[in-house]
């Protein structure tokens, strides 16, 4: 009964063999007739403006003093092309860069040995200004930032909320890379 059964797998095995293996390709068959040419659409209206008018400032230089004597410091920028609508839909970007070429975002608070607190302020329209204040301290001395300054104007081009992009989350580097700036 065993050797019966056995050979009932044997044979069943040689069937699903031979089934897979003597298919074979069939032949192409014929090309079929060739499509109809559409017609070419009109020119769309241009979209709004994107991204890729980004403005940025070359290195600015410190106007912070050399030894700041009471708790609080701070600066103006001039920077013509922040208008109105770029201050309503647009996003400023400000960094700082020290002595050693390390590029930080500001706002930016330093807590520990140099307890300094860094802000931009919008004064307005083709202004603003940088601000450190002292945050254990009325004496800041030399302050972390006392060499040069840079700022990105990056043009609203989505409405809020539609931007995949988080361009206050990018570090300096990303932001550079993304809008090749020199």
């Known amino acids: 009964m065993k050797a019966m059964k056995n050979l009932g797998k ?17 032949e192409d068959g014929a090309v079929g007739p060739a499509g109809q040419n559409g017609v070419d659409g009109t020119d769309g209206t241009d979209g709004e403006t994107g991204t890729a008018n980004v403005i940025y400032s070359d290195w600015i230089d410190s106007e912070f003093e050399e030894d700041i004597t009471d708790g609080f410091d701070s600066f103006s920028i001039s920077a013509p092309e922040l208008t109105q609508e770029l201050i309503e839909s647009g996003t400023l970007l400000v960094y700082g860069r020290i002595d ?8 930016l608070v330093l807590y520990g040995f140099i307890n300094e607190s860094y802000f931009v302020r919008i004064i307005e329209p083709g202004a603003f200004s940088l601000g450190v204040e002292g945050v254990a301290s009325n004496n800041i001395g030399a302050p972390f930032f006392n060499d040069v300054f840079r700022y990105i104007i990056i043009p609203g081009g989505l409405a809020a909320g539609k931007s995949t992009v988080d361009y206050q989350n990018m570090s300096y580097e990303e932001i550079v890379e993304h809008f090749n700036i020199k």
């Open 100 to 107: 050693n070429g390390t590029v930080y975002q500001l706002p």
């Open 10 to 26: 044997g044979i069943m095995l040689i069937m699903i063999s031979l089934l897979i293996f003597s298919c074979s390709d069939g």
